[in-house]
Structure formats: structure tokens, C-alpha cells
């Protein structure tokens, strides 16, 4: 009987260990628990910025230092009797002396997997969701205050430095209106004022012409160059159309004279653009208010997607599909616009939307505006782009697809750059 009795003690104080033992290894985890839930703790989500007032905030807001880590905290061990932590290799011994083996943890970084966390950059200027649904589905959408400022100060500077800039260069843009007239850069060359280039266009049966058109100002204007690359502008554009990054391809001033200039025939960017893609967009930048039934843009929904109207009809067919898009798009309940505009309002398009403008009759007063063109920064020049440049300086018929307004803009760069090559770099293209 004392034999069962000692053997009696020796098992309870056997189970009494193991008990003690569980409880310090569970201890241990539920500290280590803790420890990995204080040391990774995913952040809420940031609001999502307003995107009114991209400009402004982005030109004038200073870095933000960026935040220090707090150090991992490491799980915290049990305190033995005599008030010393108890080492974890002194745990594992003791279990081991009983027979068991010790569970290894693994690292907190294995545990717990990793969870991108996106920065303020990619998180601020959001476009909201029904803006790019509706310019997914109808070509078209408006950003209301986008380039807003205390005072207009952005709208401001970019007409104190684009009027100026304009007038400087009337006979440039006459050229190039006879240019696209003639479809001859020799004919454009020698109109030497801007009474010539009107008589030239007489002469070719064009007695008024929809505006002046100025291009690439980004070049010689600090404004529109900051507004181009450094605003939201490219990262609106990315999103709207779902594109990693984007090119500058050209921004364009716009000048329709009071009671002179006529309407903007309708008509789609990317036809006059040399690149072979779908994805290119146009921010309209009104730089004085548009009245509700002013020279601001009008676009025909889903005109973008509408794939058989190039592929099957001809602009230059007067009497064909081109001249009756009233029919086809359902007359006018498809055409929409957003005027009234206020400063800072912009409009934005697809480069394959149809869109037009009222002559500047409607308002009575000169009428500017700044467009911005942006396109994939993966989007391939077309084969035919520089060989149709070469034949339109002779004075021959372009055997091209495209219009030929926009040439006086990709002059200078496009027989620089080989066709077919994506992603490539270039100066007067820069990917922004």
C-alpha cells in the first residue's frame, strides 16, 4: 500500500507539471497571438479624395513625411515564480524531459499573409464610380470643378498666357487651315499674311472656317505644360480608361472668333491622330464660362463603340451614313451636352466619340478653349502615319486612313519614331 501511495503522489505530481507546463506554452501563444495582432494592423481604407480641385491641391500641397513603422512587438513570456521571464529554450527542455516535443512557431511574416496596402498617390484623384460608368457606356462624361482654384487663379493664368500666345501666332493657324484645306504643305507655305491664306481659302470655296487652331502650347507656355503633365489630368485619364499609364499626344488651343466663326462640323479625334488604338481621351477646358446654349461641345451617346459606321461607310460619301447620323443614332435624344460650364468645368471624350460645337454666334464673343489629348502609353504608330506626312508635302492625295488636321502637330516627331514599337520614348511625346 505505501508502494501504491508514493507511485500515487509521483503521478500526481507528474499530471500536476504537465499542467503547468500547458499553461505557460498556452500563455506563451496567446502573448505571441497578440503580439502579431499589434504589430500588423491593416490601416482602413482612406477616404476617397474629392476630386474636385486636382489641380490646386496637387500643385501647392508640400510632402508629407512619411510615417514611422512601429517596431513588431515581440510576444510577451510568461514570469516564473521568482520573477524571472522563463527563456523559451528553457520551456522547450522541460517539455522535451517529459517526452513531447516542443511545437515550433513559425515567423509572424509566414503567418499572416501579406496584404498590399495602396499609397495616398494611387488612392487620391478617384474618379467616382457613375463617372466612369457613364463615360464607358456613352463616350462622354463631365468632371464639374476638376480645375477649380481659390479666385480661378489656374483657369486664370492658363488665358493670360494662351490669348496672348494666340494672337502671336494667327498666321500659323491660317496655314494650317490651307493647309488641310489644299492638303498641300507647298500651297500653305506661301501665303505670307492672313489676308493670303483667306483668299486662298476662297479660292478653294471655304468662306468661313469653324475656329483657329493652336497646337502644342505645352512647348513655349509654362501653364499649360504644368496643367498637361503635373495636375490630375494623366492619372483621370488612366483611370477612365483603364490603362496602366498615358502619353501626352498634343493639347490644342481653340479660338472661335465672335459672330464670325461657324460650327464645328461633327467629327471624331482619333481619325486625325497617327496612332492605331482605342484608347485615347480629350479633357475640353473652357477657359471663360459656356452658357447653357453656347459654342461648349455636343456628343452623340455610344457613338465610340459604334465599330460598322467607319468600317463599312465614308466621310466622303455626302449623301451616305455620314450625312444622316440624326437617323442613326435616334435623332436628338442621342446628342448631349453639359452646358452650362462653369470655370474649372471640363468636359471629356473618347477620341472616337462624334461630337460638335455651335458657331460663335450663339454668345457674341470670343470663344477659348484648351484640349488635352492623352492616349495608351503602349498605343503603336500606324504604318501609314509618316509616308502620308511625306505625300501630303508634295502635294499628292493621301492614300492614309486618317484626316490630315492634326499633322501640323505630329510633324515634327513622327518620322522619328518606328512604327509598330511599344512602348517607345520621345520627347514631344512624353509618357506623363
Known sequence: M????????????AIRLLIACIVLVT?????AAAGIRASFVV????PMRDITQCYSSRSTRTATPKKQRKPKQKAILPVSTN????????LNDLVRGMGLNPVERTSIEQEVPKIKIETESEREWEVPVETQLQ????GHAV???????????????LREELVPFAQRKELEAWKQKVEVASNSAQVASECHSVAECQSRLKDLEIDNVPFLQFFNTWKSLGSVKEVTRKSCLPHVAAQLMDVESVRLYQDSLFYKRQLTDGPTPWHSDARMAPFDTSNMITFWIPLQPIPKHGTGLNFVDKSHSDFALPYWNHEEDIEGEYSQLDVRYGGD???????PLNMGDVTVHSGWTLHSANGATVEGVDRYALAITYVDARAEIRPDAASTLLENSNNAKSNGKGDN???WSFRPWITEVPARTSPFEHDLVPIV
Open 2 to 13: 505505501a508502494h501504491q501511495s508514493s507511485r500515487s503522489s509521483s503521478q500526481q505530481w
Open 333 to 339: 435624344g442621342a446628342v448631349r451636352h453639359y452646358m
Open 43 to 46: 490601416p482602413s481604407k482612406a
Open 27 to 31: 500563455s506563451s501563444g496567446n502573448a
Open 143 to 157: 468632371l464639374r470643378s476638376l480645375l477649380l482654384t481659390d479666385n480661378n487663379t489656374m483657369i486664370q493664368r
Open 83 to 90: 520573477g524571472r521571464r522563463t527563456k523559451k529554450g528553457e
Open 135 to 138: 463615360y464607358a457606356r456613352n
Open 405 to 407: 488636321e492634326d499633322r
